[in-house]
């Protein structure tokens, strides 16, 4: 359970929620305190065990490798979109997929507005960062904690 519920935006409130326990089915519901109860769809809650050790949960690597070990370690790239394996898991592609990547698919400046578009994972939230430095070094946050949409 998360310490602070923080502020509902539009209605919405977003935010990370630690579930413990074992693998398997699961449901998250809220209650407001008067009542209402909203439940989730069901949904798979996957093991973090990392048996060996390699940044990757096992069940993440099983799910998308099976037990074929070929190009499933955190630094290969099997479907040479250019992410390794753990920047496809920590950003929710699809390792297998090349079209399944967080990238910057367009990009506009309207009326002094910068509009950027990119894929998004449902189930993540993503920061945007802003640099006058090419090397973005000391990037300055834009936008933080920002959710995917569902398609
Ligand atoms: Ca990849
Ligand atoms: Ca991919």
């Known amino acids: 359970m998360p310490a602070l519920s923080g502020e509902f935006i539009n209605g919405t409130w977003t935010g990370l929620v630690t579930l413990s326990g074992s693998s398997g089915n699961a449901l998250v519901r809220v209650l407001d305190g008067n009542g209402h109860l909203g439940t989730s769809d069901l949904f ?4 973090a065990a990392d048996l060996n050790g ?7 690597q099983t799910r998308y490798f099976g037990t074929n070990a070929v ?11 250019g992410f390794t394996n753990l920047q496809e898991f920590q950003a929710g592609s699809d390792p297998l997929n090349p079209n399944s990547a967080i990238r910057i698919s367009n990009l506009r400046l309207i009326d002094g507005d910068v509009r950027i578009q990119f894929q998004s994972i449902l189930g993540k939230a993503y920061r945007v960062e802003r640099s006058d430095n090419p090397s973005f070094r000391v990037p300055t946050v834009v936008a933080d904690f920002v959710p995917a949409l569902a398609p």
């Open 54 to 60: 390699d940044g990757l949960p096992d069940a993440w």
């Open 44 to 47: 798979i809650l996957e093991s």
């Open 71 to 81: 190009a499933s370690g955190p630094g290969d790239d099997p479907d040479h979109d």
